[in-house]
T-cell receptor
């Protein structure tokens, strides 16, 4: 069956350090991989999308890598700030039979302390 | 402002009383989707739509119906709600190859 796995344990880091979150998947051949941020009780907010033929993408302090051989994506936040504290979700589109059905991992909670 | 609007934000209802949660987007997006979010289970897709009159089941469609008569609207219908449908619901929309824009959520309690 298809699985998207993210670290279930919360990640605690100090302000200014780089946070690295991992997303592993099985039984998917995604055209895209996406990362979202979610704050408690609110809807997810889209951050970055990376295509299967892209290795890396950057946006301000965010960097995403995508390794289709390892079936893994890494999400980095450099120079982290307390305001970056949130849950980060990885999402993949389904296969060609399911159209654009976006499936989410359960998320990793990030806490950045001053 | 580009947005997805869900209503209501909060709803308490009784078992068996039909209800509709509305969702509207103003971005002319082709794709729309409904998710429910429960503690420990994450976001699970209920139904999605690739365009007008084209809908398909997600991972947890039982007990729900949807329709897509117009591009901007994608209502979620619970014909006979049950307590196990108590959850936080999100509507989202997207265009091809882009990220989803999510609504603010509807917190539903069925007693």
């Amino acid at each position: 069956s298809q699985k998207i796995e993210q670290n279930s344990e919360a990640l605690n880091i100090q302000e200014g350090k780089t946070a690295t979150l991992t997303c592993n998947y099985t039984n998917y051949s995604p055209a895209y991989l996406q990362w979202y941020r979610q704050d408690p009780g609110r809807g997810p907010v889209f951050l970055l999308l990376i295509r299967e033929n892209e290795k890396e993408k950057r946006k301000e302090r965010l960097k995403v890598t995508f390794d289709t051989t390892l079936k893994q994506s890494l999400f980095h936040i450099t120079a982290s700030q307390p305001a970056d504290s949130a849950t980060y979700l990885c999402a993949l589109d389904g296969d060609s039979n399911s159209g654009y059905a976006l499936n989410f991992g359960k998320g990793t909670s990030l806490l950045v302390t001053p | 402002e580009a947005q997805v609007t869900q209503n209501p934000r909060y709803l308490i209802t009784v078992t068996g009383k039909k209800l509709t949660v509305t969702c509207s987007q103003n971005m002319n997006h082709e794709y729309m989707s409904w998710y429910r979010q429960d503690p420990g289970l994450g976001l699970r897709q209920i139904y999605y739509s690739m365009n007008v009159e084209v809908t398909d089941k997600g991972d947890v469609p039982e007990g729900y119906k949807v329709s897509r008569k117009e591009k901007r609207n994608f209502p979620l219908i619970l014909e006979s709600p049950s307590p196990n449908q108590t959850s936080l619901y999100f509507c989202a929309s997207s265009s091809t190859g882009a990220g989803y824009t999510f609504g603010s959520g509807t917190r539903l309690t069925v007693v």
